[in-house]
């Protein structure tokens, strides 16, 4: 008795038997993570900015491109640095291409007009003439340097150095100017007002 006897005997029904055949499914994109960083993300013009790329799971031979947002030329180096010098707010892109790849991170820049903040110690900024006032810039700690001075003491007087002393020889009220620059080209400026009295006894004569 055969295979088809024995089935029809039985009165079972066996259903045939389907062999899939592993069919050839494409390759998945590799799962690529990119993160744009930059240091300072804000600060004065000329503002020079550290970025900084991480790229997780990609496969050799990537591209990296870094979109500035001030229409200068791309870079294409995973890490550079960039000059803005003029104020505002800009978009940076690090975009990441590759077989089957494009992917991008953005990071914000703000350039503002005055690079740090800079103040005045005056001493004293009030007396009789002649009036010697002792002059010091005030400057954060973790500002880097050098540092470049200029005073404009209201009086037609000028200095470069800090501290300095200027003396006020005629009465009157002044205000004294201070810009400091640093390397980048980066400034603060900052005023004082500075108050000359006539001596006592001191009078103009009519």
């Known amino acids: 008795m055969g295979a088809h006897d024995l089935i029809d005997a039985f009165h079972v029904r066996i259903a045939p038997t389907i062999v899939a055949r592993a069919s050839d499914s494409e390759p998945t994109p590799p799962s690529v993570s990119v993160t744009a960083n930059a240091d300072p993300d804000s600060g004065g013009a000329p503002l020079t900015v550290s970025f900084e790329g991480e790229v997780t799971d990609a496969p050799p031979g990537v591209l990296y491109r870094w979109d500035f947002g001030d229409n ?11 000059t803005y010098r003029t104020p505002g707010e800009y978009t940076a892109t690090l975009t990441v291409t590759g077989p ?9 820049i703000e350039v503002t007009e005055e690079g740090f903040d800079v103040d005045i110690e005056a001493d004293p900024d009030i007396g009789t003439a002649p009036l010697a006032v002792h002059f010091a810039a005030v400057l954060d700690d973790d500002l880097v340097g050098p540092f470049y001075y200029q005073w404009d003491f209201g009086d037609g007087a000028h200095d470069v150095t800090s501290p300095t002393t200027h003396t006020y020889r005629d009465p009157g009220q002044y205000t ?9 080209g980066q400034l603060g400026r900052k005023d004082v007002d500075i108050q000359v009295d006539a001596r006592e006894g001191d009078a103009d004569t009519q």
Not at 72 to 82: G, I
Request: no cysteine.
């Open 176 to 184: 004294a100017t201070l810009t400091v620059t640093n390397s980048q």
């Open 72 to 82: 200068t030329s791309p870079a294409h180096e995973l890490n550079v640095q960039h």
């Open 100 to 108: 089957d790849i494009e992917e991008s991170d953005d990071v914000s």
